[in-house]
């Protein structure tokens, strides 16, 4: 083909850089055995796209069928210019398509190449200087991620993103799962660790209501009823009955319950019962009860999920 496309750096692979940012490409057209038309000057127009396919090659990803990214529109350029950087606005990676065609002397050729765009797995260090730097400065969080991904963003060696292999499509550093991962969380780690932290947040959130929900509910309150009828009918008087709020090693421990998905419906915590009544302590005035949280048994979590998972987490070492 007398008209064709190299790049600088030469491919036929890139790399994301360790600091998820795209790389610099510069691709040049040139004409092999065969001049250039006279007249006018040249005009050059180029064009590329960037796709990931996780269930086709190139771009087949351990996990990944079904799929797919793609950066938004790279705006074209149309100059005299051999050259052309390639304006990447997103970071993605997959296939990446380049077409030039050359117009001089009232003639046309057309060259196209394709080559890929794979990512780089960020180290321990920078991933834990940039979750500190959003505010994610907890340990139970980086032994999350270690325990979800290895700490790897890309899965080696062919560095496509990681995805789980449940089939859920779960993705990255911290395998956001629910909601499905973006482009942006699949392809930029540091969007990936913001992601999860988000998601980490909002789990918290729900944890710490868990206490005033199930305190609130019907459940709760027959569980009370029957306590202090039992009460009475021993001649002892009723009690109201506190179900406290959660420590905060409750919350935490709660919280990466709800990071795994709260599998069957069951929190980390549940209301300790005594042969299926309410088990209650009375404070000294014997004006007050007092009722208790016990961790839910592994045996009793199902097979849904991790039922270790909790422990498998706080197990891990820190970074």
């Known amino acids: 083909m007398p008209l064709v496309i190299s790049s600088q750096p030469a491919g036929p692979r890139f790399s994301i850089t360790a600091e998820a940012e795209m790389p610099t490409i510069v691709v040049t057209a040139t004409l092999q055995n065969q001049p250039m038309p006279s007249g006018a000057a040249p005009i050059y127009e180029w064009s590329a ?10 771009t087949s990803a351990t996990f990944g069928g079904g799929r797919s990214t793609q950066h938004s529109r790279i705006a074209p350029q ?6 052309w950087r390639i304006p990447f606005t997103e970071v993605r990676g997959g ?8 117009r001089a002397g009232g003639t046309e050729q057309r060259a196209q190449a394709t080559w890929t765009i794979a990512g780089t797995n960020p180290t ?4 834990r200087a940039f979750a500190n730097g959003i505010g ?3 340990a139970v969080f980086r032994k999350k991620m270690r325990q979800e991904s290895s700490l790897q963003q890309f899965r080696t060696p062919g560095n496509w993103p990681k995805y789980s292999s449940d089939g ?6 911290c395998q956001l799962t629910r909601p499905a991962p973006t482009a942006d969380q699949t392809w930029s780690w540091k969007e990936n660790v913001r992601g999860g932290w988000a998601l980490y947040l909002e789990k918290e959130r729900i944890a710490r209501a868990y206490p005033r929900n199930v305190r609130s509910g019907e459940r709760f309150r027959n569980l009370v009823t029957a306590w202090n009828r039992a009460r009475t009918a021993q001649g002892l008087p009723a009690l109201p009955v506190e179900l406290p709020d959660y420590t905060p090693e409750q919350l935490e421990l709660d919280t990466l319950r709800g990071f795994n998905g709260y599998a069957n419906g069951l929190h980390e915590y549940r209301v300790r019962l005594d042969n299926g009544a309410l088990f209650v302590t009375v404070d000294s005035s014997g004006q007050r009860g007092f009722a208790e949280w016990e961790r839910v ?3 009793a979590r199902g097979t ?8 498998n987490v706080l197990a891990q070492s820190d970074f």
């Not at 859920?168 to 550093?173: A, P, T, Y």
């Open 78 to 83: 149309v100059s005299a210019n051999a050259s």
């Open 168 to 173: 859920l499509g779960g993705v990255g550093l």
């Open 49 to 58: 796209t960037l796709a990931f396919d996780g269930s086709s090659p190139a």
């Open 124 to 127: 321990g260090t920078a991933i």
């Open 297 to 299: 048994p592994v045996a």
């Open 95 to 102: 296939m990446l398509t380049v077409q030039v065609i050359l």
């Open 136 to 138: 994610a400065n907890r």
């Open 304 to 311: 849904v999920g991790d039922p270790n998972y909790v422990e």
